[in-house]
């Protein structure tokens, strides 16, 4: 090769090996004692408009409270002023639900009717629990003590809702699983606010059952429970046996079942329920 053809090559390969970051030598490191020039000090950023607001969920419900619980109202019957006197039902969801899914129950009732859906006091995976100690629970005095802690609060939200919602007569209660047994509480333990109770899918735990006869008729309010008898959540065996130690006792209390039905609100258990509670609050006018 001769001389000018090696230094083509030789112009070559430079060029190359600049091109190549690999090939490049490190750079050296600089010394800690050489001076950085300071910034300047930067303007805060604004931005040019403001950040959005979370767009409020239509759908979500709007929660009132009285008595240390939250609930949701909502009223019954066609072209009804809210604010006018009306029969109050008391509603309470099971285990995991949340009022504003309890009220699809209670929506097509056609009376004339303010409809109370009490929150329950914990939370339990996407809804909420009225009480720690699941109803299956061999534990009966500690599930005993969780109802009783609930059964007063709502009692304490019903008399505030009465002193401050006009309403018609006394409240009807009414319940499914967990709701349907503090249906069954709230008429046996705070009888005089209630003028009856429809437990739906509940049982009474033996610790709660009444010790001596009622007192007056204030303290005896008519209950009628709905259980499916296929029910294997919350066995009817222990409704029946409830149901039939309060009526030994000379309560007004009755046990309707349903064969082949689990644990849910079948339609016609549904029609059973808004009869009872348009007969209730009629009587309680």
């Known amino acids: 090769m001769d001389a000018k053809a090696s230094m083509l090559v030789s112009w070559f390969l430079v060029v190359a090996a600049a091109c190549d970051p690999a090939a490049q030598p490190a750079s050296p490191a600089k010394s ?17 408009v403001e950040p959005p607001t979370a767009t409020p969920d239509p759908a979500a419900p709007t929660y009132a409270e009285a008595g240390g619980v939250k609930y949701v109202e909502i009223v019954t019957g066609k072209d009804v002023d809210a604010n006018s006197a009306l029969p109050m ?76 919602r006009p309403t018609v007569g006394k409240p009807v209660v009414t319940g499914f699983s967990q709701g349907g047994m503090l249906s069954f509480t709230l008429a046996s ?14 049982w009474l735990p033996d610790p709660l059952w009444p010790k001596a006869k009622p007192e007056s008729a204030a303290k005896n309010p008519p209950v009628v429970a709905l259980h499916g008898d296929a029910d294997r959540a919350l066995l009817i065996d222990r409704t029946r046996a409830s149901v039939a130690a309060q009526k030994k006792l000379g309560y007004n209390v009755e046990l309707k079942e349903y064969p082949g039905v689990g644990h849910q609100i079948t339609l016609e258990m549904r029609a059973e329920l808004y009869g009872l509670l348009a007969k209730f609050i009629e009587q309680a006018k």
């Open 89 to 164: 039902i008391i509603a309470i969801h099971g285990l995991g639900d949340r009022p504003e899914n309890f009220a699809n129950v209670v929506e097509g009732f056609t009376q004339p009717a303010r409809v109370i859906l009490p929150r329950a006091l914990d939370d339990h995976e996407e809804g909420f629990s009225w009480f720690p100690i699941r109803a299956r629970s061999k534990d009966i005095d500690a599930l005993s003590d969780g109802i009783v802690v609930a059964a007063d609060k709502l009692a304490d939200m019903t008399r505030a809702l009465q002193a401050s």
């Open 189 to 202: 333990r705070h009888a005089e606010l209630f003028a009856a109770a429809v437990p739906v899918g509940g």
């Open 32 to 48: 800690e004692a050489t001076p950085k020039t300071a910034k300047p000090p930067q303007p805060a950023v604004v931005a040019e």
